[in-house]
Each structure stands twice: as C-alpha cells, then as structure tokens.
C-alpha cells in the first residue's frame, strides 16, 4: 500500500485515539494535531504526509478553512484531505469537493468506511488519478454554515422600495435586491444562532469527552496498575509455595537416594564376601583349563618338531648334493690341469732330446 503516513486533525483527543488505532492497526504511522493552525504549522516544519485527516468542526480556524488554506499552498495542495464529519448529505460531499476535499468520513469512523476510503485513495494515487486541486477564489467565500435561500447576486435593502421597478433596465444593469424583510431577518439570526450553538455544542462535547477520556485513561492506568500488582503478589506466592514444595521434594528424593544406595552396597558387600577365596568349583575350573592348554601346547610341539625334521632332511639332501656337485667339478679342474702338465714335461724333454741331437750331430759333423 502507498498510503504509509497520515496526519489527523481534531480538536477532540478522544476522537483522534479511535482514528488513531484504526489507522495503526493498517500498519500506518500516524501525526495528531489538535487544531487547524497547529496542523498548518506542522506542515510547514514537517515533511508532508500521504493523506490528510480533517475535522469539519473546530474552534478557531474549522475544518473547510483549513481545507482551502491547505489547497491554496502550491506546496501542499497535492495531498489528499478526507474531511471527517456527521454531515454527509450529497450536497456538502459535492460542495466540500469543490474546495478541494478528497472524500469524506463519517464520524464516528468505522473499519469498514475508513477501509473503503483508503483503497479507492491508494487506487488514485497508483494509479496516477487523484483529482487536481481546485482554483479556489477566496474572496467573498462562506464557510460551512448553512447557506440561506438568497440568489447569488442578491443585493440586501432595509426596506422595499421599488414596487413599480421597470422589469427592463433596471434587472438588465443592477443586481436582484431582495428586501430585508423580517422573515429574512429572522432566517438570517436562525441561521447564525445555529451556527454559533453548534459550534458552541461542539466545544462543549469535545471538553466533556476530553475530561471523560482523560478520566477513563486514569482510572484504566490506575486499574492497570493495581492487576499488575495484585499479579505480582500471586506469582510471589506462587513461586514461594513452589519452592518449599520443591525443597521438600528435593529432601525426599535425596533421603530415598540415599537409603537406595545404602542397600546396594550392603548387597555387593555380601556377594563379595562370598565370593572372597576359590571354591572347588573354582579350583575344578582351573585344573581344566590348564588341562587343556597343555594338551593343545603339546599338540603345537608335536606339530614344530615333525616341520623341523622335515626340514632338516631337505636342508641335508640339498647340501649333500651341493657336496658332491662341487667335488665333481673340483677334480675334473684337477684332472684337466694333470694332463696340461704331462703334455708339457714331454714336450720339453722332446725339445731336450732335439737340441742334443742337434748338437750331437753338429758336434759330429764339425
């Protein structure tokens, strides 16, 4: 929703809490005026709300005055102003539109209205379709009173003068003039007594609504604050009856603990004095146990020794054969290295035998 900020006027502070709250309760945040010049005031020092809620009648300056004040400020003539009043009649709505007044509210406000003004304004305002604000001539303007049954270029004579009046020039070049007959002066003192008693009317039932409010306000705070205390009082006593209870409750707990614990460890004492020392059932146990890891001990024995035997008879065939294989070669080196001698003493004494004959022979045949 566009619509975020309102500024209300009313010269009743019990009015303006029940607007107020409405308004509050659709997440807006909202200004109070007490007055037409106060509300002028504060558009002047403030930032301008998105809409405007007016009172018809106030003291001073009223709601219509303010209206067109509003209106004749180029700075402030585009906000939208809701007059809030009991006078909702087709006339005024069509007459407070002419000085610029965006819709109307009947007092007292209800949801529903206030529901239906606010969305047909937020429409308007996204829209784009906010009437402009009207071109106002203050000069010679009435307010809010009730207008008198007089032509709007009547002129006003103390006393009839024209009875043989021509019908031609005369109303061509003057204005009517009406004569101030005393049915006419009686209509106009009605009309300004009434104005003047419904203003009057309004001031006091503001006052009286103003001191009942602040009466009522006082009697709810008072109220307010004694439930606070009396509440107080019983959530003390409360909490102290729930601590005594709690301590005793706690004492209980910690004496049935306790005695639970007392007679646990009597029972384990007990089984453990029992069972101090070995039972012959214990010492039965035992001997069958040992029994049986020397049985499986000498079964494991048994099983390493025939492994080891096995593996000493491989480990001695395979030397022996290593043995034999190393002695074969070693002789037939030998045998090899024999016969390379013999061959060379027989060839050395077939060199020797040679040379002798050699020399035997040159000896002979030199």
């Known amino acids: 929703m566009t619509i975020k900020n309102a500024l209300l006027v009313d010269d009743s502070k019990v009015a303006r809490f029940a607007l107020s709250k409405l308004l509050e ?34 003291p001073g300056m009223n ?9 004749g400020n180029p700075e402030t ?42 969305e047909q304004l937020n429409m308007d305002v996204t829209g784009g379709t906010l009437p402009e604000p009207p071109e106002l001539d203050f000069a010679g303007q009435t307010d809010e009173e009730e207008l008198l049954d007089i032509p709007e270029d009547a002129a006003l004579e103390l006393s009839p003068k024209s009875e043989t009046k021509t019908n031609g020039t ?16 009686e209509q106009i003192a009605r009309s300004a007594v ?8 309004h001031e006091l039932l503001s006052s009286l609504f103003d001191e009942q409010f602040d009466h009522l306000k006082r009697v709810l705070d008072e109220t307010s604050r004694k439930q606070e205390a009396v509440i107080d009082e019983k959530l003390n006593a409360v909490a102290e009856m729930v601590d005594n209870r709690t301590a005793n409750l706690r004492d209980d707990v910690a004496a049935e603990v306790n005695l639970n614990l007392v007679q646990e460890l009597s029972h384990v004492r007990k089984e453990l004095a029992k069972n101090n020392g070995f039972t012959a059932e ?47 070669d070693l002789f037939i080196s030998q045998q090899r290295s024999a016969t390379s001698r013999i061959y060379t003493i027989g060839l050395a004494a077939s060199l020797g035998i040679f040379t002798l004959g050699i020399a035997y022979i040159s000896g002979l045949f030199g």
């Open 25 to 58: 309760g659709r997440d807006m945040e909202v200004n109070m005026a007490g007055s037409a010049e106060e509300a002028l005031d504060y558009l002047s020092a403030n930032n301008r709300p998105d809409v405007i809620f007016m009172d018809h009648l106030m």
């Open 63 to 71: 709601g219509v005055e303010a209206t067109k004040a509003i209106k």
């Open 77 to 118: 003539a585009g906000i939208p102003i809701i007059m809030c009043t009991s006078k909702k009649s087709q006339s005024f709505t069509e007459e407070a539109r002419n000085f610029g007044v965006y819709n109307i509210l009947t007092k007292p406000p209800q949801i529903d209205g206030l529901s239906s003004v606010l």
């Open 170 to 185: 005369a109303q061509g070049t003057h204005p009517q003039v009406v004569p101030l007959t005393s049915d006419l002066i």
């Open 194 to 201: 009434k104005t003047h008693i419904n203003n009057r009317l």
């Open 282 to 328: 214990n010492m039965a146990e035992l001997k069958d146990h040992i029994t049986s890891v020397q049985t499986i001990d000498t079964e494991f024995w048994q099983t390493l020794q025939s492994e080891a035997i096995q593996q000493a008879h491989e480990i001695s065939r395979e030397t022996a054969e290593d043995i034999a294989q190393r002695t074969i």
